[in-house]
């Protein structure tokens, strides 16, 4: 709910990191749960990572746990995905969405701007 802005992406070579920032204008941004999604051309969305806004649980996607972390500020309603020890194959465009619940499968109708992340090897 509300709109939602991605920034942070950028060019790494492999091994190297990134912090994606996912920034909310709604006050009770807090209160939902926040999914990462990314797309590569030709394929569907596939789920990253969430953060719960019911009690701040995470999940993430077995190709990423380990490397990645997602947090939330809430003072600055904003939801963060740390991405470390970064691979060619992480390579996308990264889309945060706000929901009721943690969800996993990409059925929304609106993904906003993403951004872009390009690791090379």
């Known amino acids: 709910q509300g709109q939602l802005v991605e920034s942070g992406g950028g060019l790494v070579q492999a091994g190297g990191s990134l912090r994606l920032s996912c920034a909310a204008s709604d006050r009770t941004f807090g209160s939902y749960a926040v999914m990462w999604f990314r797309q590569n051309p030709g394929k569907e969305h596939e789920f990253v990572a969430a953060i719960s806004g019911s009690d701040g649980s995470t999940y993430y996607a077995d190709s990423v746990k380990g490397r990645f972390t997602v947090s939330r500020d809430s003072a600055k309603n904003t939801v963060y995905l740390q991405m470390n020890s970064l691979k060619p194959v992480d390579t996308a465009v990264y889309y945060c969405?706000?929901?009721?619940?943690?969800?996993?499968?990409?059925?929304?109708?609106?993904w906003g701007q993403g951004t872009q992340v390009t690791v090379s090897s």
């Open positions: 969405v706000a929901d009721h619940k943690v969800v996993v499968r990409p059925e929304y109708d609106y």
